[in-house]
């Protein structure tokens, strides 16, 4: 089992910025990619950003640019820098651990993120 615990959600204006926490604990090992989804009221849950255990990473369009995904391997945690924030930015952030190795799937509880002037 793989715990994740996320924090760093907020209020935000548009244009402001917010950094994203997400800490893994339980049976990490190193065959695993990290990941952010988001959630939007009314919208399916979508791929924000993820990166692997050697740090190659991917974006959505929607993202590239504006935010940045980052890990710490010896803290076992990952991170999302969000800048220039849109409205449309506001949901719910998932974080997500996946063993490759091992087909393991594992969510966090979600941090909401409200962009609102």
């Known amino acids: 089992q793989v715990q994740l615990v996320e924090s760093g959600g907020g209020l935000v204006q548009p244009g402001g910025s917010l950094r994203l926490s997400c800490a893994a604990s339980?049976?990490?090992?190193?065959?695993?990619?990290m990941g952010w989804y988001r959630q939007a009221p009314g919208k399916q849950r979508e791929l924000v950003a993820r990166?692997?255990?050697?740090?190659?990473?991917n974006y959505a369009d929607s993202v590239k640019g504006r935010f940045t995904i980052s890990r710490d391997n010896a803290k076992n945690t990952v991170y999302l820098q969000m800048n220039s924030l849109k409205p449309e930015d506001t949901a719910v952030y998932y974080c997500?651990?996946?063993?490759?190795?091992?087909?393991?799937?594992?969510w966090g509880k979600g941090a909401l993120v409200t962009v609102s002037s």
């Open positions: 997500n651990y996946y063993d490759y190795a091992r087909y393991l799937d594992y």
């Open positions: 339980g049976r990490i090992f190193s065959n695993n990619v």
């Open positions: 990166i692997t255990s050697d740090s190659s990473t």
